[in-house]
Nanobody, 124 residues
Framework: QVQLVESGGGVVQAGGSLRLSCAAS????????MAWFRQAPGKGREFVAA????????NYADSVKGRFTITRDNAKNTVYLQMSSLKPEDTAVYYC?????????????????WGQGTQVTVSS
């Protein structure tokens, strides 16, 4: 069983930056792929970014390419999402997810464990 706890959300002005963190429990973190998804009010869960177990492969939604960067520190059991040039349309609850096969899928149904989410609000 893996528990995921997100942090780092908040309110930021458009054009600003935030870094989200997701701390994972368990000794098998380094074998899991990790991802970030988001859900805005009234919308479905949307893929944001994913990183393979080694960090060697990353995958991004077109809407965040060039603005967001996903990284991981396996020694700290933590995955990060650095968000820059934020836009009001980035406002959502951001969720961290873990996938046991270690591959950076973009489909939420491939992910086995989920955190509770952290709110990101971008004001215009």
């Amino acid at each position: 069983q893996v528990q995921l706890v997100e942090s780092g959300g908040g309110v930021v002005q458009a054009g600003g930056s935030l870094r989200l963190s997701c701390a994972a429990s368990g000794r098998t973190f380094s074998t899991y792929a990790m991802a970030w998804f988001r859900q805005a009010p009234g919308k479905g869960r949307e893929f944001v970014a994913a990183i393979s177990w080694s960090g060697g492969n990353t995958n991004y939604a077109d809407s965040v390419k060039g603005r967001f960067t996903i990284t991981r520190d396996n020694a700290k059991n933590t995955v990060y999402l650095q968000m820059s040039s934020l836009k009001p349309e980035d406002t959502a609850v951001y969720y961290c997810a873990a996938e046991v096969d270690g591959l950076a899928y973009s489909r939420p149904e491939r992910y086995d464990y989920w955190g509770q989410g952290t709110q990101v609000t971008v004001s215009s």
